[in-house]
């Protein structure tokens, strides 16, 4: 199995400014995605993290708003760019492990833009 | 389009009993079904992954079942916890995490 770390937690954050979101898996994994859950939603897929390149990104999410980072197997960052209020969800970090079947979730991060 | 529907959206139940809850979907192709449970504020954590050949897959209290002809799964939760409480996400793959189409989730309360 693989357990996934996320940092922060939570955050509060001024309208207009920018949040990085750490995502750390304890073993390789061989894909990572990020998510977003808005309250009462079922989760909604933003992008798959590449390594070494590109993220591929779903319709309605774009590379400016949510750049995604992912230098090695393990770990991937997500940035949450010039925040409004309509960006307050709480954004998941997920892999697929190494048997390539289960795929398993980060605790979170719930963000609130003021 | 692809769809996962849940239901009921919200049930509370008191502490020993029994609940089923329901997962329709319009997902095609289909590759798997799973259900994840999800505390408040955590991240949903896997309880089973049912395939095509699969009708019924257990882990522990919960016991998943699967009717691909008719497109309907169940979770069944036996002797029910107050640890029970969580929301219950229904996920159909058509192949590839990509390819995942999500419910929106029952919300079980568990009263002692």
């Known amino acids: 199995s693989a357990v996934i770390s996320q940092k922060p937690s939570r955050d509060i954050c001024q309208r207009g400014t920018s949040l990085t979101i750490q995502c750390q898996v304890d073993s390789q994994v061989t894909m990572m995605f990020w998510y977003r859950q808005q309250p009462g939603q079922s989760l909604t897929l933003i992008a798959t993290?590449?390594?070494?390149?590109?993220?591929?990104?779903e319709s309605g999410f774009v590379i400016d708003k949510f750049p995604i980072s992912r230098p090695n197997l393990t770990f991937s960052t997500l940035t949450v760019s010039n925040m409004s209020p309509e960006d307050s969800s709480i954004y998941l970090c997920?892999?697929?492990?190494?048997?390539?079947?289960?795929?398993?979730f980060g605790p979170g991060t719930r963000l609130t833009v003021t | 389009k692809n769809q996962v529907e849940q239901s009921p959206q919200s049930l509370i139940i008191l502490e020993g009993k029994n609940c089923t809850l329901q997962?329709?979907?319009?997902?095609?192709?289909?590759?798997?079904l799973r259900w994840y449970k999800q505390d408040t504020g955590r991240g949903p954590v896997s309880l089973t992954i049912m395939t095509f050949s699969e009708n019924t897959k257990s882990n522990g209290r919960y016991t998943a079942t699967l009717d691909a002809d008719t497109k309907q799964s169940s979770l069944h939760i036996t002797a029910s916890q107050l640890s029970d409480s969580a929301s219950y996400i229904c996920?159909?793959?058509?192949?590839?995490?990509?390819?995942?189409?999500f419910g929106k989730g029952t919300h079980l309360i568990i009263q002692p």
């Open positions: 997920s892999a697929i492990g190494a048997d390539s079947y289960e795929q398993y």
């Open positions: 997962c329709n979907y319009t997902v095609s192709p289909f590759s798997n």
């Open positions: 993290a590449n390594q070494g390149s590109e993220a591929t990104y």
């Open positions: 996920v159909v793959s058509g192949g590839g995490a990509d390819g995942l189409t």
